[in-house]
């Protein structure tokens, strides 16, 4: 059991994207990741707060917050990975590989006392395959 090049590309165009507020895909060392991460990971990396409005003109900066968005190239993986999965083993398996999921934080400064905070989310694709093995 294995994610193919072709599958990949797959799950990453039919993902959501929006690029500096909720990047999701399968790669290969992506932002934020420990560069000892050589493995493809399952990866999601969005805006989870910040400051913005801060400019030249005086404007001040004003705090924001945003949901964790799902983490919808998750489900897609599983739906390559193990489609046959039923709706009783997926929920499971969402609370059981809450151990393979890996967090970590990254910042972005601006201009004006301007930021963005982003919370990163990954989990390896070996280690995942390695329990989904264990799934009858």
């Not at 895909?25 to 801060?54: C, E, N």
Request: aromatic content about 12%; overall charge negative.
């Amino acid at each position: 059991m294995n994610l193919t090049k072709i599958q990949i590309e797959k799950i990453n165009k039919e993902v959501h994207q929006e690029w500096g507020e909720n990047e999701q895909g399968v790669f290969k060392q992506p932002t934020g990741i420990p560069t000892d991460v050589k493995d493809h990971v399952i990866y999601m990396r969005w805006l989870k707060s910040g400051m913005a409005g801060g400019n030249y003109h005086g404007d001040s900066p004003e705090y924001f917050e945003k949901n964790e968005p799902d983490f919808e190239v998750l489900e897609l993986v599983l739906l390559e990975l193990k489609p046959q999965l039923s709706f009783l083993q997926f929920k499971k398996l969402k609370r059981d590989i809450k151990e393979l999921i890996h967090r970590n934080d990254d910042e972005e400064e601006e201009y004006y006392c301007n930021c963005k905070n982003f919370e990163i989310i990954y989990i390896k694709v070996s280690d995942l395959i390695k329990y989904l093995l264990t799934i009858k």
